[in-house]
C-alpha cells in the first residue's frame, strides 16, 4: 500500500480525522478544563529554559510525578500533533512549516490560559509542546516509510532495497 491510496481511502481518512477530533476533545480538557487546572491562578515565564533547568536541576525537591507531567508530559501530548498536521496537509510540508504552524497553534492556547486563568503562559512549555510537534513529524516520516515498503506474496513487508543503501 502506498501513502497515496490512504489518502484516497474514505476509511481510513475518516477514522484519522475522527482520531484528530477525539485528540482535540482530549487537549482541550486537559489544557482548560482537567482537575489539576489551577483556575483563578495566573502566572508566566517569558525566559527560556527557566522552568526545564528548574524541573531538572531540582527533581530531588519535586514529586516525580510532577517532573514527568511537566516536562515529559508536555512533549509527549503534541507529538499527535506534529502527525496529524503533517498528515492533513499530505505531507507536502516540511519541518520548519510543522514548527511555524506548531507556534500558530500553541501561542493562543497558552495566551488563552492566562485569559481564562487556568494555567500559565510558560515559554518552555511551548518549546516542549514543538519537539513533541516535531518528533510527531518524525512519527509521519517513519510511517510513511513502512507504507511505502513493497508487500510480497505472504502480505509481508518487504523493505526497500534503495532504503539499505
Same mark, same amino acid.
Given at each position: 500500500?502506498?501513502?497515496s491510496e490512504i489518502y484516497k481511502s474514505?476509511?481510513? =481518512?475518516?477514522?484519522?480525522?475522527? #482520531?484528530?477530533?477525539?485528540?482535540?476533545?482530549?487537549?482541550?480538557? @486537559?489544557?482548560?478544563?482537567?482537575?489539576?487546572? !489551577?483556575?483563578?491562578?495566573?502566572?508566566?515565564?517569558?525566559?527560556?529554559?527557566?522552568?526545564?533547568?528548574?524541573? #531538572?536541576?531540582?527533581?530531588?525537591?519535586?514529586?516525580?510525578?510532577?517532573v514527568m507531567v511537566n516536562v515529559v508530559?508536555?512533549?509527549?501530548?503534541?507529538?499527535?500533533?506534529?502527525?496529524?498536521? !503533517?498528515?492533513? #496537509?499530505?505531507?507536502?510540508?516540511?519541518?520548519?512549516?510543522?514548527?511555524?504552524? !506548531?507556534?500558530?497553534?500553541?501561542?493562543? =492556547? @497558552?495566551?488563552?490560559?492566562?485569559?481564562?486563568? =487556568?494555567?500559565?503562559? *510558560?515559554? *518552555? *512549555?511551548?518549546?516542549?509542546?514543538?519537539?513533541? !510537534?516535531?518528533?510527531?513529524?518524525?512519527?509521519?516520516?517513519?510511517?510513511?516509510?513502512?507504507?511505502?515498503?513493497?508487500?510480497?506474496?505472504?502480505?509481508?513487508? @518487504?523493505?526497500?532495497?534503495?532504503?539499505?543503501k
Open positions: 500500500m502506498k501513502i474514505k476509511i481510513h =481518512v475518516r477514522a484519522l480525522k475522527a #482520531l484528530f477530533v477525539i485528540y482535540m476533545l482530549f487537549m482541550i480538557w @486537559e489544557l482548560y478544563l482537567g482537575n489539576y487546572r !489551577s483556575h483563578g491562578y495566573v502566572s508566566y515565564n517569558l525566559m527560556p529554559f527557566k522552568t526545564i533547568i528548574r524541573y #531538572l536541576s531540582n527533581m530531588h525537591h519535586y514529586n516525580t510525578w510532577i508530559g508536555n512533549i509527549a501530548v503534541f507529538i499527535p500533533m506534529g502527525f496529524f498536521i !503533517s498528515f492533513f #496537509l499530505r505531507g507536502r510540508i516540511g519541518l520548519v512549516k510543522v514548527v511555524l504552524v !506548531s507556534i500558530a497553534v500553541l501561542l493562543p =492556547v @497558552e495566551i488563552l490560559q492566562i485569559l481564562f486563568k =487556568v494555567g500559565s503562559f *510558560d515559554i *518552555d *512549555d511551548i518549546i516542549l509542546n514543538i519537539l513533541g !510537534s516535531v518528533l510527531g513529524y518524525a512519527a509521519y516520516k517513519a510511517f510513511k516509510l513502512v507504507v511505502a515498503g513493497y508487500m510480497n506474496r505472504k502480505g509481508h513487508l @518487504e523493505v526497500n532495497r534503495t532504503w539499505t
